[in-house]
């Protein structure tokens, strides 16, 4: 058995060998350094399904009392090392970009190396159970994004995507601190086991938490790209290397909303929080869905779609579903992931913007396939897993009897089969350019690929395995936050 703080630090050492291998062996090949790392990461994702349950009733002191090895946490561990392995199969598609727009000697290692630090962040993240390991852990995982979305300093939208998300995010660390300032100053704890049994005494002040609770909503929703604290998400998206923009839309986001859950349970008992993540729920459905429709440039308009997906993911928190909101982050990883997928391959021949896949049928008839599943999934058609994503998600609403909730869902999905099938028209039903030729893949980015759209249909079609991974702990979340 290995113990589970074992797999954040083999991770950290994956990456660090990474490194030391790009600065000490300049004439290795460095796409040997992403297959390195993604033989590393699979190796730890293996290993979690080998760890030692934690002692019951044991308590443990020190470092590592700031995080846990429950149900939840491991498979969000599982989740992060998932997303990095797909996420690092796209960085070699994309290599020769890097390369060709290096200023000097080649960069690759670094751009290999910086995607395993950020999954110890977003590791470490999902376990954190004190205010204090998880300010660190997302400080990780951002200062890594940092580098990674300016990472092609030639390029000034690349430049201003960098510098867009480093201002705002440092506005939302910043609130992040203020926020557990004040929890702090009216509990005097960091702990969230300690902060809830704190604010069940009648006489602790109240309105401090409430408002400290907010600024950690602020900052979080800078995070997970929620209205009105979205505003980076389009440039940031658009500018960003294509496989970066993929790992923020799926693991920062992920991590996001699991800080989410956790952070939230203290404070859901007051009826203030729940009409205020309702509200924000409807506006980020909303503006998601209609900012997307006159978008005309890809990597764009699965930024306004990644806001939508939020406010549904915020439907679920909102309802106290665990399980509804786990879900549908693992439908949205296969998705999303697979969509960008194709455009890592086929903007490098033509472009990012819609018009670029006019035809796409008839040079690779298997690109665009694997597109059409990904906005099919995203658009919640039966049989993909989105469809049961957002299932669960308004399932939830209805025994909830959050009305509202449930009619602006239904009407967004709507909008969302219009930009998403926009993509599938210009695949299947424009001509192609006389000009282009034939698009080729590697066997890895094949293999990637069928096994994304595989488990999108296995998903659709049979959702049990996910349900019953987490049953436990989503029940547990449940009765917490009643």
């Known amino acids: 058995m290995i113990a589970a703080c074992n797999l954040e630090i083999a991770v950290l050492l994956a990456g660090m060998v990474i490194l030391m291998l790009e600065a000490f062996a300049p004439r290795l090949e460095k796409r040997t350094l ?132 480093l201002v705002l995010s440092a506005v939302s660390t910043a609130f992040l601190v203020y926020g557990i300032a004040w929890i702090f100053g009216v509990t005097g704890e960091t702990s969230l086991a300690r902060i809830t049994a704190a604010l069940a005494d009648p006489a602790i002040e109240r309105g401090g938490a409430l408002f400290g609770a907010v600024l950690v909503l602020v900052a979080l929703g800078f995070k997970i790209a929620a209205v009105p604290f979205h505003i980076w998400v389009p440039d940031v998206y658009q500018g960003a290397p294509t496989p970066v923009t993929a790992f923020l839309s799926v693991g920062s986001k992920a991590a996001g909303f699991v800080v989410l859950l956790r952070v939230l349970q203290p404070f859901l008992m007051l009826p203030q929080m729940r009409r205020l993540i309702v509200l924000l729920a409807l506006l980020t459905v909303v503006y998601g869905n209609v900012a997307a429709l006159p978008q005309t440039n890809l990597k764009r308009l699965l930024g306004y779609s990644s806001i939508a ?41 033509t472009g990012e913007e819609i018009a670029d896949f006019d035809g796409l049928a008839n040079r690779s008839p298997f690109l665009a396939f694997a597109m059409l599943i990904g906005m099919l999934s995203l658009a919640g058609l039966p049989f993909t897993a989105g469809f049961f994503g957002k299932f669960f998600i308004f399932y939830s609403a209805v025994a909830q009897r959050q009305v509202a909730l449930v009619i602006v869902g239904v009407v967004t999905v709507a909008c969302g089969f219009y930009y998403y099938l926009k993509v599938v028209r210009a695949m299947y039903w424009q001509p192609s350019p006389a000009s282009t030729t034939p698009i080729r893949l590697s066997a890895l980015s094949r293999t990637t690929i069928v096994a994304m759209m595989a488990a999108t249909i296995f998903l659709g079609v049979y959702p049990q395995p996910i349900l019953r991974a987490l049953k436990p702990s989503a029940e547990r979340v449940a009765r917490s936050t009643r």
Not at 45 to 69: D, H, K, M, Q, R
Not at 329 to 342: C, D, H, I, K, N
Request: charged fraction near 10%; glycine fraction near 6%; aromatic fraction near 16%.
């Open 309 to 349: 997906h939020a406010g549904y993911l915020l439907i679920g928190v909102a309802c106290f579903d665990g399980r509804a909101v786990v879900f549908y982050l693992v439908a949205y990883l296969l998705m999303t992931l697979l969509s960008f997928a194709v455009l890592v391959i086929v903007a490098q021949q």
């Open 34 to 165: 992403a297959f390195a790392a993604i033989g590393a990461l699979a190796a730890v994702f293996v290993a979690t399904w080998f760890i030692e349950p934690n002692p019951a009733g044991e308590t443990l002191n020190g470092f590592w009392s700031f995080y846990t090895a429950d149900e939840l946490s491991i498979f969000f561990k599982r989740f992060a090392l998932l997303t990095t392995i797909l996420v690092l199969v796209m960085m070699t598609d994309y290599a020769p970009v890097i390369l060709s727009e290096s200023a000097g000697p080649s960069r690759l290692g670094e751009f290999f190396a910086l995607p395993i630090f950020t999954c110890a962040g977003l590791m470490y993240l999902v376990s954190a159970i004190d205010f204090v390991m998880i300010f660190v852990s997302l400080e990780l995982v951002t200062i890594s994004f940092y580098v990674l979305v300016s990472f092609n300093r030639r390029n000034a939208a690349t430049l201003e995507a960098g510098v867009k998300y």
